[in-house]
């Protein structure tokens, strides 16, 4: 076997590397050092995310291997016989996916610390990383083996994370939704995968275009598969677990779930319908219409009426995953572009939301829209984070939620969706309408019991910092979504 | 850098100024210093541009520079103006100028409002500056969404129910817009979000026919198109002084302003084919705005209903696609925008004395504050049109210029347009003598005081720009008229 290839694998081996040290630190580390736990995790996260932010072409010019390098960068490089997809953009969505988990991990602190968790924090910051190895093998798969084992590693610890705070019933309650439905949904995605095997006798997604003649039996399959992710993306009608789930989960894995792995589903979802299932284009873009249409409009009105934050936050994150599928739909490189570029703005936007939303929790016990009342009078930083999260997420400038949203707007017009696009840009409307009623609650409504001023922990403002920056620079900025838009690749 | 783009960079300026100041002279002196630094900026830019044309020099757009930005898309940070984005720019300055002397004392959060006020004026004025769709847009939007808050937490009366209502409509506006802009990115083959070069382009008959109303109603929301009109009383109403000014004076102009500038410079043929339907919606906005103006007893109220009438007009004008017609449109824009801001800075200043704004309620105010009662009827007088005042030469403009259209459709209208002139002395008179003379109403008010130095600052800034544009229109209009005709070369092909 030729263990050179192993190179290439930088990110998934210095996240397992990652993993392992914190596991031997978590099992040996004295009472007394394992309160840096939470440092030292953010520290290896972070030069994990050095490493896997590292150009590719940087990366294997260090290694000396510049013809490979140059294959990567016009494309799609094979690695392990063609198991493993070695490119560019995945690179760059890997590492967006890690700077979310660095960005839920400073935010953790706050919750972790509390007497019933403390004992358990390496967990948290174990599983956490589990799941991302497994996005990061969804990510790379060229099989449907691999990307099978990476949506289960994905998946099954998630669950674990839902259920952290065991002894409260709601967290309890969530897990097991959460675990029903993500076997449920696996399970559709291995019968449909088990299918397109049937059909096409393989399982290389290189292989599998030319044998998909667009049976019937193929578009079940293809059915079945989508059904799968879509559980995971949370598109209506798949959606029932989310509020659910994120209500009752604690909120940094909320967080987490709402928007990486959220992110790392949809970029899969778009990869795979235009890599393996390019044939049946027709097909799938007739479906994924209709999906659209039905994710953004429901869950724009059903979040109308909600005064829990994270139920409110778990229809907003559904409404968005409507949006970033226009991206999808496109099946365009602006397309494409404009989804990663997507993910990365929603998910500043989002975590700054939620490290908001958790912090209050933590301090005052409140989540419910009512609470937040006056709250710039007591708290004007914090206020301001949520009101420019929330513009951001609504697609108001000069904030980065504004070019996002052109963008899939942009790359959906392109392919002729007219009314698709005409459609959600109505349900922006309706959207700024709930994005606004927790602005007005914070700035307008007066309130004598406001939730009490207090300063939050370096960790946690150092998360909110990022997220602001991020959600301020990032659209006016154009480099970013240059260098993703320069590797990114229509099907 | 482009000197044009100062005009954006000053209010951002203005924001970290405020972000900084601690104390309240210190946001006054950030908030008048930008301000008076804008307005120097737009005269300078007046002769500047005057000065290049008198030179010779015949480029549609002057003082332009482009730099890439994203280039996928093909947009570009393009800034240029013309005579009539110079003349919008000038009007926008006057009215933040004075707007913010109105607003000196705003009694709380002031940091908040200046840092709001300021965001609002960026999109302003980035919007005039820009030729490029996507950026133009996007200051656009800017523009709209700081208006949520300076009602919500500054305004009175119905606040909340009207920054939502008005937040909404636009942004359902902008929404339209949006779709419009990316059918003629699109759909022109130009890859291209120039203004200059898709005007260039030829866009296919039948897309301009979706195309236009999109764009046309998206910015016509802002402008108070009728049926989409009615965000702007309860807006007006309950917006605090300096944000009702603005929105009036300025604001409503960029609907005005885009539906001229995108939808007819870029759309002639469904400009010229679809006008009527929009001649009809905006003839009813004319009239219908000036009788409501005739039973309403808020102050606001009145005035807000009289801008739905005037920016009515603004666009009837503007689908008369003449040159003459046009000239007023964009004329009647200053007018409009100086004495409306003139009207709410007063209500604003009588309003803060009397805390009322029934004029069942008022009366004799002309023997209590005689500075403020001189000055209300002066903008009176200009809004229902007395010649040597701003608005008597856009009017007439309008209604000469719509009247050469030889049919009978355009002269009906033409004629239902023109009562509006007689409805709008109805009401100005109404309330200038019933609230100016007669009696005073309340023992209490006869205790009140005259206006201040910075009410006269604002006041006095207004009505010198109104009565200038009364009694020296000529260069304002050669200067619109010359940046006129690409536009009306592009609507008669």
């Known amino acids: ?491 | 850098m482009n000197f044009l783009s100062l005009f954006v960079l000053v209010p951002v300026l203005m924001m970290g100024g405020l972000f900084l100041a601690k104390t309240l002279k210190q946001i006054r002196v950030v908030a008048a210093t930008g301000a008076s630094l804008l307005l120097a900026l737009a005269v300078g830019l007046v002769f500047a541009y005057l000065g290049e044309r008198a030179a010779g020099n015949t480029a549609e757009m002057l003082f332009t520079a482009k730099s890439l930005w994203y280039a996928p898309l093909h947009i570009y940070y393009s800034v240029g103006v013309d005579g009539i984005s110079v003349a919008m720019l000038l009007l926008s300055a006057i009215i933040v100028f004075t707007g913010v002397f109105a607003s000196w004392s705003m009694g709380f959060l002031e940091k908040e409002f200046f840092l709001w006020f300021c965001l609002l004026s960026t999109g302003v004025f980035g919007f005039f500056i820009s030729i490029d769709l996507f950026t133009m847009f996007m200051y656009y939007e800017i523009a709209l969404i700081p208006m949520y808050l300076l009602i919500g937490v500054w305004g009175s009366g119905r606040k909340e129910y009207a920054a939502m209502k008005l937040t909404l409509m636009l942004m359902a506006g902008s929404a339209l817009l949006l779709l419009g802009i990316l059918g003629i990115y699109f759909l022109s083959g130009e890859s291209s979000m120039n203004l200059l070069e898709l005007a260039r382009a030829y866009i296919p008959a039948e897309t301009q026919y979706w195309l236009f109303p999109l764009v046309f109603v998206g910015f016509g929301v802002l402008g108070a198109l009728f049926p989409f009109h009615t965000w702007s009383p309860d807006g007006h109403a309950s917006a605090p002084t300096a944000v009702s000014m603005l929105h009036a004076g300025v604001l409503m102009k960029l609907g005005g302003y885009g539906c001229f500038r995108v939808a007819i410079f870029l759309m002639p043929e469904a400009a010229n084919e679809l006008a009527w339907i929009f001649i009809i919606l905006t003839g009813i906005s004319v009239v219908y705005g000036a009788y409501s103006a005739i039973v309403q007893t808020d102050l606001k109220y009145i005035n807000a209903y009289s801008s739905v009438s005037h920016c009515g007009l603004v666009l009837f004008a503007i689908l008369m696609l003449n040159q003459t017609a046009m000239n007023g449109a964009i004329l009647q824009m200053l007018s409009h925008g100086l004495m409306t801001a003139l009207f709410f800075a007063l209500i604003g200043m009588i309003y803060g004395r009397t805390h009322t704004r029934d004029i069942r309620e008022l009366g004799g105010l002309m023997k209590v504050m005689p500075f403020l009662g001189v000055c209300y009827v002066i903008a009176g007088l200009a809004s229902l049109g007395l010649p040597g005042l701003s608005g008597f030469v856009a009017e007439m403009k309008i209604f000469v210029g719509s009247f050469m259209h030889a049919d009978t459709f355009h002269r009906v209208f033409t004629l239902v347009a023109c009562t509006s002139i007689v409805i709008t002395a109805v009401y100005i008179l109404r309330v200038v003598g019933k609230i100016l003379y007669g009696t005073v109403a309340d023992e209490h008010h006869l205790t009140l005081s005259d206006a201040n130095w910075y009410e006269r600052t604002s006041t006095i800034v207004l009505i010198l720009a109104i009565a200038g544009i009364g009694l020296a229109p000529l260069w304002l209009s050669d200067m619109i008229d010359g940046s006129l005709l690409p536009i009306i070369q592009n609507v008669k092909l």
Not at chain 1, 304 to 319: D, G, W
């Open chain 1, 1 to 491: 076997m030729d263990y050179s290839n192993f190179i290439y694998l930088k990110e998934e081996l210095s996240l397992i590397a990652v993993i392992v040290i914190l596991l031997l630190y978590d099992i040996f580390g004295s009472k007394k050092s394992l309160n840096y736990f939470q440092p030292v995790a953010c520290l290896l996260v972070g030069v994990h995310l050095l490493l896997t932010c590292c150009p590719a072409r940087a990366a294997l010019a260090i290694f000396g291997d510049t013809p490979v390098a140059d294959q990567v960068n016009a494309g799609v490089y094979p690695l392990l016989s063609g198991m493993y997809n070695l490119y560019p953009l995945g690179s760059i969505v890997k590492s967006i996916l890690a700077i979310g988990t660095l960005i839920v991990f400073l935010q953790a602190r706050n919750w972790l610390e509390g007497e019933r968790t403390i004992i358990r924090r390496g967990e948290f910051y174990l599983i956490t990383l589990f799941t991302l190895l497994g996005m990061y093998f969804m990510i790379a798969a060229g099989n449907f083996l691999l990307f099978y084992l990476g949506l289960e590693l994905a998946s099954i610890p998630m669950a674990t994370l839902v259920a952290f705070d065991k002894f409260r019933d709601r967290s309890a309650e969530a897990g097991a939704k959460y675990i029903l439905t993500a076997i449920f949904a696996s399970g559709l995605s291995l019968y449909g995968i088990s299918l397109i095997y049937g059909t096409t006798g393989t399982l290389y997604f290189t292989d599998i275009p030319a044998a998909l003649t667009g049976s019937a039996l193929q578009v079940m399959a293809f059915v079945f598969f989508f059904t799968g992710l879509a559980f995971k993306l949370s598109l209506v009608p798949f959606h029932q677990w989310t509020p659910d789930v994120y209500e009752g989960a604690p909120t940094s894995v909320t967080a987490y779930l709402s928007v990486i792995s959220k992110g790392a589903a949809a970029f899969v979802l778009m990869v795979i319908l235009g890599k393996v299932f390019g044939p049946l284009v027709e097909q799938w873009q007739a479906i994924l219409f209709w999906v659209i249409i039905a994710t953004i409009t429901v869950a724009n009105l059903f979040a109308l009426r909600q005064q829990n934050m994270k139920r409110f936050f778990a229809y907003s994150s559904i409404s968005q995953a409507g949006y970033i599928m226009l991206g999808v739909i496109s099946g365009s490189t602006l397309g494409m572009a404009s989804l990663v570029y997507y993910v990365l703005v929603y998910m500043f936007s989002n975590l700054a939301a939620f490290g908001v939303i958790s912090i209050i929790e933590h301090r005052s016990g409140k989540e419910t829209i009512d609470d937040y009342n006056g709250l710039y009078s007591t708290n004007p930083r914090l206020s301001v984070v949520m009101m420019i999260a929330l513009f951001s997420l609504a697609g108001i400038p000069p904030f980065a939620g504004f070019f996002s949203k052109f963008f899939v707007f942009a790359a959906a017009v392109e392919e002729g969706y007219y009314w698709l696009v005409f459609i959600a840009l109505l349900n922006t409307v309706i959207s700024l309408y709930y994005y606004l009623r927790v602005v007005k609650s914070m700035f307008i409504n007066k309130n004598e019991s406001a939730i009490a001023g207090f300063r939050s922990d370096g960790y946690t403002r150092l998360g909110l910092v990022a997220c602001s920056a991020g959600i301020l620079l990032l659209g006016l900025l154009s480099v970013v979504y240059g260098e993703i838009h320069h590797y990114s690749l229509g099907w």
